[in-house]
Each structure stands twice: as structure tokens, then as C-alpha cells.
């Protein structure tokens, strides 16, 4: 069993920053936490952000220069830093893991940015 929990979403004002977190507990034995997606309403789900097990990282360009993924492999946490927030950043956003083969998700957590 894996978990995947995604926290620290919320309300921001445009140019303002969050920073969201996703946590995978349970047997994370061969847990690979490796990517941010989100979700708009109405909308398909869309990568933001992936990281690889070298923490080389790749960007949507909607989020170059504005969104930073980054991992601390000791608390089996994968972080997304998001600055310069804007409408358009509106969604619920996902975290992924592979593990095995299989592809885990966590509940979401929703980013609204008012303009």
C-alpha cells in the first residue's frame, strides 16, 4: 500500500508564491515520487513538472522560470516552489510515483490565484 498527500495549496493573489508538498508513506520500498500535475476545471490533467532520479528537472512551458521541483529523498517528499503565480495556474494539482511498475496519485490539492 502507498500513499501520496499532496498539502499546501490555497488562495493567492497574481505574483504571489506557494509552495506544495506531496508525501508518499505506506511501503514506499521502490517508491519513485516523480512528477506535478494539474488539473483546471474542465480541462485534461497536464504534466507540470517531472523530476528524475538525478533531479534533473523539466518544465510545462507554461511554468519555465516560474516553477522549481525539487526532492529530499530522506523524507520521501517532492516539493513544487511556485512564484509569479497567475490565473492561469488555477487547477488541482497532483503528485505521481511509480513504483513497480505502478503509477500512484495522490487526493490533490487545489491552487486558486486570483487576479
Known amino acids: 500500500q502507498v500513499q501520496l498527500v499532496e498539502s499546501g495549496g490555497g488562495l493567492m493573489q497574481a505574483w504571489g508564491s506557494l509552495r506544495l508538498s506531496c508525501q508518499a508513506s505506506?511501503?514506499?520500498?521502490?517508491?519513485?515520487?516523480r512528477a506535478w500535475y494539474r488539473q483546471a476545471s474542465g480541462k485534461l490533467r497536464e504534466l507540470v513538472a517531472g523530476?528524475?532520479?538525478?533531479?534533473?528537472?523539466n518544465y510545462a512551458d507554461s511554468v519555465k522560470g516560474r516553477f522549481t521541483i525539487s526532492r529530499d529523498n530522506a523524507k520521501n517528499t517532492v516539493y513544487l516552489q511556485m512564484n509569479s503565480l497567475k490565473p492561469e495556474d488555477t487547477a488541482v494539482y497532483y503528485c505521481?510515483?511509480?513504483?513497480?511498475?505502478?503509477?500512484?496519485w495522490g487526493q490533490g490539492t487545489q491552487v486558486t490565484v486570483s487576479s
Open positions: 523530476i528524475t532520479s538525478d533531479s534533473s528537472a
Open positions: 505506506g511501503d514506499t520500498a521502490s517508491i519513485y515520487v
Open positions: 505521481n510515483a511509480r513504483k513497480l511498475g505502478v503509477l500512484y
